[in-house]
T-cell receptor
Framework: SQQGEEDPQALSIQEGENATMNCSYK?????LQWYRQNSGRGLVHLIL?????REKHSGRLRVTLDTSKKSSSLLITASRAADTASYFC???????????FGAGTTVTVRA | DAGVIQSPRHEVTEMGQEVTLRCKPI?????LFWYRQTMMRGLELLIY????????DSGMPEDRFSAKMPNASFSTLKIQPSEPRDSAVYFC?????????????FGNGTRLTVT
């Protein structure tokens, strides 16, 4: 099934540093979405990027999409302790309608 | 906006018992989804409703699982009889528009433990 794979699985950074995580997928997509999940909570939608878009920004978040490489990256700039969470990419394949989630990247921001 | 509301937050039950999980989607949203999250399998889509009609239930594990959406503001996921392997966090999510091309709004989940 169409499923993103995040890399790295875990990331530990100092407050104020940037955090970058990547997502690779297998087949052509309609869109790619990034979600955040804090411990014990539901997923929160961060950014949706469509297949004809290359970059989107939202506050301290920057998402890029390279459809030729079938990959996306999520950059969190000037990280804060509150950014500690798991981050998931999810894709909607062009020939399907379901949203498939990857296994996630666990980000720990140290104060 | 109260967001997606799920109840209960935690459920502990014995094997063989019936379990009912409840969800109230965001008002005005016309799509509703039930997901299950485990360490081993990650997030799995169980069932998807659009305008209260089940569109895709191919992710429902077996006949012990059933889901209903009697109206636009309420859905249930029932497991009968429950088994230890059903232990997981169950999420309900809603969105505006058909399918998965709009952002999903998740509830905080129900953590189910079957002993």
């Amino acid at each position: 099934s169409q499923q993103g794979e995040e890399d790295p699985q875990a990331l530990s950074i100092q407050e104020g540093e940037n955090a970058t995580m990547n997502c690779s997928y297998k087949t052509s997509i309609n869109n790619l979405q990034w979600y955040r999940q804090n411990s014990g909570r539901g997923l929160v939608h961060l950014i949706l990027i469509r297949s004809n878009e290359r970059e989107k920004h939202s506050g301290r978040l920057r998402v890029t999409l390279d459809t030729s490489k079938k990959s996306s990256s999520l950059l969190i700039t000037a990280s804060r302790a509150a950014d500690t969470a798991s981050y998931f990419c999810a894709t909607v394949a062009s020939n399907d309608y379901k949203l498939s989630f990857g296994a996630g990247t666990t980000v720990t921001v140290r104060a | 906006d109260a967001g997606v509301i799920q109840s209960p937050r935690h459920e502990v039950t014995e094997m063989g018992q019936e379990v009912t999980l409840r969800c109230k989607p965001i008002s005005g949203h016309d799509s509703l989804f039930w997901y299950r999250q485990t360490m081993m399998r990650g997030l799995e889509l169980l069932i998807y409703f659009n305008n209260n009609v089940p569109i895709d239930d191919s992710g429902m594990p077996e006949d012990r699982f059933s889901a209903k959406m009697p109206n636009a503001s309420f859905s249930t996921l029932k497991i009968q009889p429950s088994e230890p392997r059903d232990s997981a966090v169950y999420f309900c999510a809603s969105s505006l528009g058909q399918g998965f091309r709009s952002p999903l709004h998740f509830g905080n989940g129900t953590r189910l433990t079957v002993t």
